[in-house]
């Protein structure tokens, strides 16, 4: 049995849940989430917490079985705290800025990018080399905030580029100076 699986979600005082027709739906103060949830699953809602169990023993439903409890747990989690990616800007004028719903980045290139920001998500820029993405959906925070780190990916011989907060460079050593 999946140990994933096995673990229950614990639903906090303030997120409701429901699960109609093969639809898992999370509300709660950052919003609300709905996951398709597959035939293979079930979902077993008590007061305190959600336990997923599978259709039969197949390889199928066996395979099933803990992604449909990420997904649930994710969207559980979404909508009571939701989920946070930090990226750095390294460079020498390099910078962001947010301007209404679009996010101007400044990544030395001959223009500036202009990223629209999705629905559903909340992109802030404290200062101009720190950029906040924050949201209740776990997949589409992560989705953004690797498609802004694609522009500009930090190069390894000086740094220079988008990169996580989190994320450290391997080095590079460049070229030695004279030879033969």
């Known amino acids: 049995m999946s140990r994933t699986g096995k673990k229950p979600v614990v639903i906090p005082e303030k997120v409701k849940v429901q699960f109609n027709a093969g639809a898992f739906t999370a509300e709660g103060p950052l919003g609300k989430e709905i996951v398709a949830v597959n035939e293979l699953a079930l979902l077993n809602i008590s007061e305190k ?3 997923v169990d599978r259709v039969n023993d197949s ?3 066996r395979c099933v079985h803990g992604l449909v409890r ?4 994710n969207a559980v989690e979404g909508v009571a705290s939701g989920f946070t990616k930090n990226l750095e800007i390294n460079g020498v004028g390099y910078r ?3 301007k209404g719903k679009i996010l101007k980045l400044n990544l030395g290139f001959s223009h500036i990018v202009d990223f629209p920001i999705p629905e559903g998500i909340k992109i802030t820029a404290k200062e101009p ?3 906040e993405i924050t949201g209740s959906n776990k997949e589409l925070v992560g989705r953004v905030a690797a498609k802004i780190r694609g522009y500009r990916p930090p190069e390894p011989y000086k740094g220079k580029g988008v990169k996580y907060a989190e994320e450290v460079i391997v080095r590079k050593v460049g070229k030695a100076a004279g030879g033969k």
């Open 49 to 51: 917490e959600i336990k």
């Open 59 to 61: 390889k199928q439903a």
């Open 70 to 73: 990420s997904l649930v747990s």
């Open 96 to 98: 962001a800025e947010v």
């Open 129 to 131: 080399t720190k950029i």
